[in-house]
């Protein structure tokens, strides 16, 4: 059985790497190479964590993928990840989002602790807690270096007997499906589909309607050197100030020498990884760094060290579309991560080799026949965004 994975992105090395562990022959191919900058899967980092409201799906999968990173990872785990736990900062009372999380977090033998603020106080004092009503600690969580991560599956799935190629894949669909890799037909029993926002343009006809890219700017604060310390893993988490007043606010310490890293969840700025510029937009520069001033106080007025902008392959309900194409029965397309998909990745792919070679069922919420209803558009943490 031969199989061939368009996009080397997480979802895509994962899938190619699992099937290669499972025996099968198998071809991956991507544009521009594993994490690289155009990638919704490139970059210096990801959050890791299991919070997920009361969706459990979401939280097996990413306590399943914690074991594969550290299988994958090995012995040399430090350098593709960084423990740190998570702050989460609720500006309202309903802090439901964490409290329906906590009895499977805990049945998995994770902790979630609602901290005093006298505790978070002492244990955080470069926080400033003005405005927040609730704290937890997510004691399982940190930061994936993710095109530290792409590039190591690529390795490893290479190791292992698998085909790897840079190259540009178009597709043909007047009759039969055909893939074509740099102009030339390649023939497979299977072709999976993992492009993130470029599988959308590939399958317009069933993707375009129910998925969309928007664009998400990451900033790089520089910290003083003097309070350097405060910003480190060992001193401050990861952490997320969920604020139902868009946009929600997240971040990591100092890692990988860039700086202070915060970002924001908002998919209201729509762009085309093609044609737009990765330039950070200046008005929602301003708006982080009046946030970094207000919940960071020692770095009110930081400058900008390093920015990165990432876009967001979307799906209109936030949830992954993983499924068979509707007419093609030899594709499947993998697509719609919103976000959120990268630390799944390792699970993903393993999910994704079982169902096609042990027929194991994928999540329903997963499938495109849920779009034949009405959907507003939604993200992992809001139930709506419009």
């Given at each position: ?60 999968l990413t306590s399943r993928a914690f074991a594969l990173w550290m299988e994958i990872f090995g012995k040399e785990v430090n350098d593709y990840y960084q423990e740190t736990g998570l702050l989460w900062f ?297």
């Amino acid at each position: 059985m031969k199989i061939t994975v368009v996009g080397a992105g997480i979802w895509g090395l994962s899938t190619a790497y699992f099937l290669r562990k499972m025996g099968v022959q198998v071809h991956l191919i991507d544009m521009w190479g594993a994490g690289n900058v155009r990638s919704g899967s490139g970059g210096v980092s990801r959050i890791i964590r299991l919070v997920y409201g009361a969706d459990e799906l979401y939280i097996d999968l990413t306590s399943r993928a914690f074991a594969l990173w550290m299988e994958i990872f090995g012995k040399e785990v430090n350098d593709y990840y960084q423990e740190t736990g998570l702050l989460w900062f609720f500006s309202q009372e309903d802090d439901s989002y964490a409290l329906h999380s906590k009895k499977r977090i805990e049945e998995l033998g994770y902790e979630l602790e609602e901290l005093t603020f006298s505790d978070a106080i002492a244990a955080y004092p470069q926080v400033s807690f003005e405005g927040i009503r609730k704290v937890y600690f997510e004691d399982k969580a940190g930061i994936l270096y993710a095109s530290k991560c792409c590039e190591l599956i690529l390795q490893k799935f290479q190791a292992i007997g698998g085909h790897y190629t840079q190259g540009f894949a178009s597709v043909e669909r007047e009759n039969n499906f055909s893939l074509l890799v740099n102009g030339k037909k390649t023939e497979s029993d299977q072709y999976i589909f993992a492009c993130g926002p470029w599988t959308r343009s590939l399958f317009a006809d069933v993707l375009k309607e129910n998925t969309y890219v928007s664009k998400q700017d990451i900033y790089h604060f520089a910290i003083p050197p003097t309070k350097m310390r405060q910003f480190d893993p060992s001193h401050m988490p990861v952490w997320l100030d969920y604020n139902a007043e868009s946009p929600l606010y997240y971040g990591m310490p100092m890692h990988l020498a860039k700086g202070f890293k915060i970002a924001y969840d908002d998919r209201s700025e729509l762009f085309s990884p093609d044609q737009d510029d990765r330039l950070p937009t200046l008005d929602r520069l301003q708006l982080a760094r009046d946030f970094v001033g207000k919940r960071f106080p020692i770095l009110a007025g930081a400058p900008i060290s390093y920015t990165e902008v990432c876009q967001y392959d979307n799906s209109l309900d936030g949830h992954f579309i993983i499924d068979t194409h509707p007419q093609f029965e030899e594709v499947i397309l993998m697509t719609g991560s919103s976000g959120h998909g990268f630390k799944m990745g390792p699970a993903i792919g393993e999910l994704m080799a079982k169902h096609i070679l042990k027929g194991n069922a994928l999540p329903q919420k997963f499938k495109l026949n849920r779009f034949q209803n009405k959907i507003d558009v939604q993200s992992q943490f809001l139930p709506s965004i419009k």
